[in-house]
């Protein structure tokens, strides 16, 4: 562990001077640095996240960087110093001072002269890079895939520096706007009111620290027994209004029959497939998202981690159920893509925090497990996971073989079985794997996916989803989308590796952003001159692993204790982002008695990651999560 010492400039603060502190990361193969203000004895590992400034007087977030194969070998003593230092860290300035010496005796001892010059190549430039930003960096939650580091969306990864706007934030304590409104829904028309407004999250002595915005609908003339669903998507940084506005609210965005791109301006609708009939519905925006920010002098970025996401969540249903009086209705949770991730945690930590159980869990396109879909060194796993998709990806595109067009189940089974079995395999055994065998196998896949075998072979066999997205199709000029890989669009960077953008988000923020923006003001009569964030920019994320995330002992631990709770898991085909296998191969992993995972049932539908959007797929929805509670409440 190295120290080095600076002075950081912020306009308009005090001059704070800070120590910086690398280290090796063994179990990520990588750098850490963290940065903490001088004049504390506090560990940078006490309040992780922070930022370095005039109020703050700790910051820890992680710089990481994989180093090269030459620096990976085991050094014990290394790794059992940093060890001691995160367990011990606690004790401030002087027990540092007198260990960080030590370490690096033990790097020079198990490094030879040239690596070690490398190595402080690599220091250095963490120590001036973070002095440059004077702050700290972001961390990873793991290791990225190829994927993900090649193509960021840029709503995602843009520094969100207007979370607070504290003078514009609704006071939550204000009464919420009641309209009437009526949906036909078959032959029947049903009256119901929708109620939009603020609700506070408040700190232990009873004051808010955040404003979280909600829309409800409430099917006029029920009462407690009525079933009612808490509705939320994921991102992390995403806001309700994808499944609001794009299929189970009672109006929802037009966009074209095949979820393609209408030209603007776009229209609301009626939606005729609403699951208003069977349930009332709670849409909630958390922090930092839609119009949900954290009160004056609060600081956002504490709602930004996975455990703080779950609490922060689980407290708004909690006051929502309370005040609203519908502890006594059947309760269900619909989560999409990371809010899976986070519907898995509700789950449990209401159960263990406040005594409410469930009936019921709507998983919606999402995982579970990282572990699932982001590749790494030593974890091939996600390559065949997202092998069916690719196969379903191209018999839509008409890639495939003869006999594998024929028929789609029969092209996705025998896609299945290659990928849990031979490729899988073949990937396990890495380099060992002879070269007759690999092009046995590279010939194999160029029958389940549409590319050629020399592409695969250019990529030793593993083939990421932008590879894929990128390559299907380039001699049209065409890519493919990632939440909907039959969606296709024309990249204009033709040179690149991998597309530019998602044509298939595109075609659903453009109408979904615009809708809800009138909807909520023309029809809902709720004023706030924020700007609504669809998706906001809530980086870093802290998990707390240091691998990959899961909530999926969540999720077995309370299914287990509620052996009444009904998992719905509901994938798309088509899904480049997450495919259908990440949540089959979680559940299969979930260790629980086989009694309690019979309330476990899949439904795949034709299209991709917002299935609702694909019409046929949005009406079979309705039916499936009629029949769901129906079987569940």
């Known amino acids: 562990m190295r120290k080095a010492s600076a002075e950081p400039a912020f306009a308009g603060a005090k001059e704070v001077g800070y120590t910086t502190l690398i280290g090796w990361r063994p179990d990520l193969a990588a750098f850490s640095v963290h940065s903490r203000c001088e004049g504390t004895s506090k560990s940078p590992m006490t309040q992780p996240g922070m930022s370095l400034s005039e109020s703050d007087c700790i910051c820890s977030r992680y710089f990481e960087r994989s180093l090269p194969r030459v620096f990976l070998e085991p050094v014990d003593a290394f790794f059992l110093a940093l060890q001691a230092f995160e367990t011990e860290g606690n004790r401030g300035n002087d027990w540092i001072s007198e260990t960080h010496s030590k370490i690096l005796l033990e790097i020079e001892r198990y490094f030879p002269m040239a690596r070690l010059i490398a190595l402080t190549k690599i220091l250095l430039f963490c120590v001036v890079a973070i002095g440059s930003q004077h702050a700290c960096f972001a961390a990873a939650e793991t290791k990225e895939s190829s994927d993900t580091k090649k193509e960021k969306n840029p709503a995602a990864s843009k520094a969100s520096e207007d979370h607070t706007q504290p003078a514009t934030v609704p006071d939550a304590s204000d009464k919420p706007v009641m309209t009437s409104h009526s949906v036909t829904v078959g032959k029947t028309k049903l009256s119901y009111t929708t109620e939009t407004g603020m609700l506070p999250l408040l700190k232990n002595d009873g004051t808010a620290k955040a404003s979280m915005f909600y829309i409800a609908y409430t099917l006029d003339g029920g009462d407690s027994s ?3 669903i808490y509705c939320f998507n994921g991102g992390p940084g995403a806001s309700a209004v994808w499944l609001h506005l794009g ?5 929802r965005a037009q966009v074209n029959p095949d979820a393609t791109l209408p030209p603007p301006p776009y229209e609301l609708v009626t939606n005729e497939h609403t699951i208003l009939p069977y349930a009332d519905l709670v849409f909630i925006d958390p922090v930092a998202t839609g119009y949900s920010r954290p009160t004056k002098d609060e600081k956002a970025e504490q709602f930004f981690g996975k455990r703080p996401d779950i609490e922060a969540m689980s407290d708004f249903i909690v006051l929502y159920t309370t005040r609203h009086h519908r502890w006594g209705s059947p309760k269900y949770l619909c989560g999409e893509s990371y809010g899976v991730f986070r519907a898995a945690g509700i789950a449990e930590y209401l159960q263990d925090q406040h005594g409410m159980f469930l009936n019921g869990l709507l998983l919606v396109s999402g995982l579970v497990d990282f572990g699932t879909i982001r590749t790494g060194s030593t974890n091939d796993l996600p390559y065949s996971i997202f092998l069916p998709t690719l196969t379903a990806v191209a018999h839509f595109h008409n890639r495939l073989p003869t006999d594998l067009q024929q028929n789609l189940q029969d ?23 002879e070269d007759g065998k690999r092009k046995q196998i590279a010939s194999k896949l160029s029958r389940l996916t549409g590319l050629s075998a020399d592409i695969i072979l250019e990529n030793r066999l593993r083939i990421s989803p932008s590879t894929f997205r990128k390559k299907l199709l380039s001699e049209e000029g065409l890519i493919c989308g990632r939440y909907d890989g039959r969606i296709t669009g024309r990249d204009g960077d033709q040179s690149s590796s991998y597309p530019t953008f998602d044509p298939s988000y595109m075609a659903a923020l453009g109408p979904l952003a615009a809708t809800m923006n009138a909807y909520v003001r023309e029809e809902l009569a709720f004023e706030n001159d924020l700007p609504y964030k669809a998706l906001a920019g809530v980086r870093p994320w802290k998990f707390e692993e240091n691998t990959y995330s899961s909530t999926a002992a969540d999720l077995g631990s309370a299914m287990s204790k509620n052996p009444h709770l009904k998992v719905l898991v509901m994938t798309g085909q088509c899904d480049l982002a997450v495919p259908p296998d990440a949540m089959r191969f979680s559940i299969d992993h979930l260790e629980i008695d086989p009694a309690i995972k019979a309330n476990v049932s899949f439904v795949e539908y034709t299209s991709g990651h917002m299935m609702y959007l694909n019409l046929p797929d949005l009406k079979k929805l309705g039916q499936d999560v009629s029949e769901f509670i129906n079987a569940s409440k």
């Open 247 to 251: 299929g189970l609210g009672p109006k």
């Open 411 to 433: 092209a996705m089974r025998e896609s299945r079985k290659f990928a849990s079995g031979e490729y899988l395999a073949a990937l396990f055994a890495g380099d060992r794997l």
């Open 226 to 228: 009525r079933p009612i």
